[in-house]
């Protein structure tokens, strides 16, 4: 796969000591879209993650048990009485607050959003906040964290 976003990525291969990037077959990718978009595409930057980094990442900023995490978040969500009307990726999570981005916008590079439903409910914190970053950004920062020892 031809790279647009996540070259940094590949030239890390291991951001942490431990762990060394390990990607998804297109045809695990193809599965992935499948089961959570219908067969539609992923937008172009995540396509990238998934190719490079999709079994383990080392990023410290996506969480790759998606099954897992969109159980959780669809559970946080009936428990606090929301619902989501648009198609949506779950990425990562702290505690019950959710890293996501939306599939239906026509974006190579998905904007992050952060859903807190267990926030939202309490009134503490708004529903769904648009953290104002790319996908790709977030990993490239991360990166850029890893390397030079910044906390993430």
């Given at each position: 796969?031809?790279?647009?976003?996540?070259?940094k990525?590949?030239?890390?291969?291991?951001?942490n000591p431990r762990i060394k990037i390990e990607g998804l077959g297109k045809d695990k990718i193809q599965e992935l879209e499948s089961h959570y978009n219908r067969g539609d595409k992923f937008p172009l930057a995540f396509r990238e993650y998934l190719f490079l980094?999709?079994?383990r990442s080392g990023t410290g900023v996506v969480d790759n048990d998606f099954?897992?995490?969109?159980?959780?978040?669809?559970?946080?969500?009936?428990?606090?009485?929301y619902t989501m009307n648009r198609p949506y990726f779950v990425f990562d999570r702290l505690d019950s607050i959710?890293?996501?981005?939306?599939?239906?916008?026509?974006?190579?590079?998905?904007?992050i959003y952060i859903l807190d439903p267990y926030g939202a409910y309490e009134e503490l914190e708004p529903f769904l906040k648009d953290v104002k970053y790319t996908f790709s950004k977030m990993?490239?920062?991360?990166?850029?964290?890893?390397?030079?020892n910044i906390p993430l």
């Open positions: 796969m031809e790279l647009k976003y996540l070259q990525l590949k030239d890390n291969p291991s951001l980094a999709g079994i099954e897992e995490l969109r159980e959780d978040c669809e559970e946080s969500l009936e428990n606090c009485g959710y890293s996501i981005f939306f599939l239906d916008e026509d974006k190579e590079d998905p904007d990993i490239n920062d991360a990166i850029h964290r890893k390397l030079n």
